[in-house]
């Protein structure tokens, strides 16, 4: 195969290189192009078809289904690891040893504690207010309390703020919910493992022994491993061009999390949970909401179906209906959202408009079922979500740093008025 493609413009003849990856995807890079033709560029709005980088840590085949960490499968991830060796894997690019994984959870818990002012602005916001807005408000707020996470300039540095994330994150996650719920805020307890401490931290009453239930343990380690990256999703990138201007981890990740809150994104596994339930009210009558989502006239469309980059099948969603089943079946939960999911997957299965687009479940189709048994409040869905991306946007943020990126800073084409003379206010 040649190695450049050869564009044309303006009867002018372009070569431009081609740059192989090592799952042999190819790509035609532009970087001269403008240079080279006196100013045309490429325009792609939603970046369909446009790389921002060149990365080592996610592969995904949306053609084939296939989601792999660091080369690592998906599946086997979610079967056999636990999410802080995901984490550690993304993060650092191989599976720990004990030895580095237990230094990277010590010095995780070195820093989990969490300013006691934070808790005062934990305070000041309303019960009712969305708890992604208040997290993403209590990580960027980090920053203030922890200057130094600001200027990484070393690879120590950089460290030192992972791991602080790493440790803190967990802690305003749980605050977020328990502000919305009315409960005391808690430290945990660091002699648990991490997804252990997390659930404890959003659970514990403060009149009653918490008992840990080893079924939303596993659980939950599975839904944070299938989260926990996803390459360069809109949140994914919102971190790495945030941090390509450096400003520093904590501003990035909070910008991430706004970019996640959206129905379109990380906000989809409430929307989710919500149309269901909506569906549920109005009857079951799964026909009509399969009618409605394929009426062009109406904006409804079905929630957690379809994907940018998956047109056959989302691997995630395969092993967290598998999940969705295991978890209702071991706490004897009896969920009639659950049929009427199974319901409309069905349907859409066989339906022609979804075929012929390629729309299928997505992992958010599921994960809403599962966090609803374990007690979880709908709006915290999306709160969980950005837990388990938390150590994908940190793997892309480091890398992004590492590699030396320059900052994110995309062309246009200018489509608005051309100049004119100025009309003073009378004459308007
Ligand atoms: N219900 C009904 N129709 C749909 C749906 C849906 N969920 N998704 C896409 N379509 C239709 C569109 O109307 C469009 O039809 P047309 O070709 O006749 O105009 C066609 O399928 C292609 O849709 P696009 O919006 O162009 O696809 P895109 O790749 O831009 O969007 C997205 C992907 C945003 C995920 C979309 O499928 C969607 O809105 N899904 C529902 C929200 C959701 O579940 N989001 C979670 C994504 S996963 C995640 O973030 C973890």
């Not at 790493?166 to 945990?188: C, E, I, N, S």
């Not at 149309?275 to 109005?282: F, P, Q, R, S, Y």
């Not at 099948?313 to 395969?318: G, L, N, Q, S, V």
Request: charged share 25%.
């Amino acid at each position: 195969m040649s190695n450049t493609a050869t564009l044309e413009v303006n009867g002018q003849k372009h070569e431009l290189p081609l740059v192989t990856g090592t799952e042999n995807e190819v790509a035609i890079d532009v970087k001269a192009l403008r240079g080279a033709t006196g100013g045309v560029i490429t325009i792609d709005p939603g970046y369909k078809n446009t790389g921002s980088c060149e990365s080592g840590i996610t592969f995904l085949d949306g053609e084939k289904g296939i989601l792999r960490y660091r080369g690592y499968s998906i599946e086997d991830l979610a079967e056999k690891a636990c999410f802080l060796e995901v984490a550690y894997l993304l993060i650092f690019g191989e599976l720990p040893t004990k030895e580095q994984l237990d230094k990277f959870y010590a010095d995780i818990k070195a820093k989990s504690v969490v300013d006691d002012d934070v808790r005062k602005i934990v305070d000041a916001f309303p019960k009712t207010a969305h708890p992604m807005g208040v997290l993403s408000s209590l990580t960027s707020a980090l920053t203030a309390f922890n200057p130094s996470s600001v200027n990484v300039d070393s690879e120590e540095a950089m460290y030192n703020s992972v791991v602080k994330i790493m440790g803190k994150f967990p802690v305003l996650v749980a605050w977020t919910m328990r502000k919305q719920q009315g409960l005391p805020l808690d430290y945990g307890d660091s002699n648990l493992d991490y997804v252990e401490n997390v659930l404890k931290m959003m659970f514990k009453k403060p009149n009653e022994e918490y008992v840990q239930n080893d079924i939303i343990v596993r659980a939950l380690n599975k839904l944070l491993i299938l989260h926990a990256d996803h390459e360069q999703n809109c949140s994914t990138s919102t971190v790495r061009i945030v941090g390509s201007s450096h400003a520093g981890l904590f501003a990035s990740l909070s910008a991430g999390i706004s970019a996640l809150w959206g129905p379109l994104h990380g906000g989809a596994n409430q929307a989710v949970l919500e149309m269901l339930e909506a569906i549920k009210e109005d009857g079951g009558d799964t026909k009509k909401y399969m009618a409605k989502a394929k009426d062009k006239s109406d904006p409804f469309r079905l929630m957690g179906f379809g994907h940018r980059v998956y047109k056959n099948f989302d691997p995630r969603a395969r092993i967290i209906k598998k999940a969705a089943d295991e978890v209702l079946g071991d706490l004897g939960v009896e969920d009639p959202i659950l049929d009427i999911a199974k319901g409309l997957e069905q349907e859409a299965l066989t339906d022609d408009y979804f075929v012929q687009r390629k729309l299928y479940p997505n992992v958010d189709f599921y994960s809403g079922i599962i966090y609803r048994a374990m007690g979880i409040p709908v709006d915290m869905f999306t709160v969980m979500f950005a837990l388990g991306r938390l150590p994908g946007w940190i793997a892309q943020w480091r890398e992004m740093r590492l590699r030396k990126e320059p900052i994110g800073r995309p062309r246009q084409l200018y489509i608005g008025e051309n100049l004119r003379p100025f009309k003073d206010i009378e004459n308007r």
